[in-house]
């Protein structure tokens, strides 16, 4: 009787190792997939008035190939190349519901970044995560009742990622 059952639960392993391992193990895109997550504010001292906002993104990446290093000085990462930053930002400025570029193409102050270089030193290189980007508003032509921000990411292989919207974010001048 009990080596009926132990035959049975053997068995039952077996099945179920061999289920696992003949089952199609799923490989996450090469490209870049961003998710806004949410925001978050801090006033600036006792005043009424924003100083920081943090926006939150999750990540993933199926090679694994998001940052740069700082040795990345060629191009197209140098400085003025079209990716010396692998975060791009757009800025929008919003008032009673309307919302306009504040930062042009001839701007010197955008909200562009470069992340370092995340790439895992194991075998599987898919990885996955949550990154937190600092945003300092900034009053344009209008001064804003909210802002709203447009935020793709690029890897190394220059795969764009989709691009995510913040929607209004209200702030305080």
């Known amino acids: 009787m009990i080596r009926k059952y132990f035959a049975m639960a053997s068995l039952g392993l077996v099945l179920g190792f061999m289920l696992t391992r003949c089952s199609k193990q799923s490989i996450a895109s090469p490209i870049p997939i961003i998710k806004y997550i949410g925001y978050s504010k801090i ?12 926006i939150k993104l999750e990540f993933e990446d199926g090679d694994g190939d998001i940052g740069l290093n700082i040795t990345d000085t060629a191009y197209p990462y140098r400085i003025g190349d079209p990716y010396y930053y692998n975060v791009f930002t757009e800025y929008l400025a919003g008032k009673n519901g309307s919302y306009n570029y504040v930062i042009n193409a001839n701007d010197t102050v955008n909200y562009n970044d470069r992340i370092v270089n995340i790439q895992p030193d194991t075998r599987n290189k898919s990885i996955s ?41 209200p702030v305080n001048f």
Not at 43 to 54: A, E, G, K
């Open 43 to 54: 006033p600036y001292q006792n005043f009424p008035t924003d100083s920081l906002i943090f």
């Open 129 to 169: 995560g949550i990154m937190t980007l600092k945003i300092e508003p900034i009053i344009g032509a209008i001064v804003p009742d909210s802002i709203r921000l447009n935020i793709f990411i690029v890897d190394r292989a220059l795969n764009k990622s989709n691009m995510v919207a913040t929607g209004g974010i």
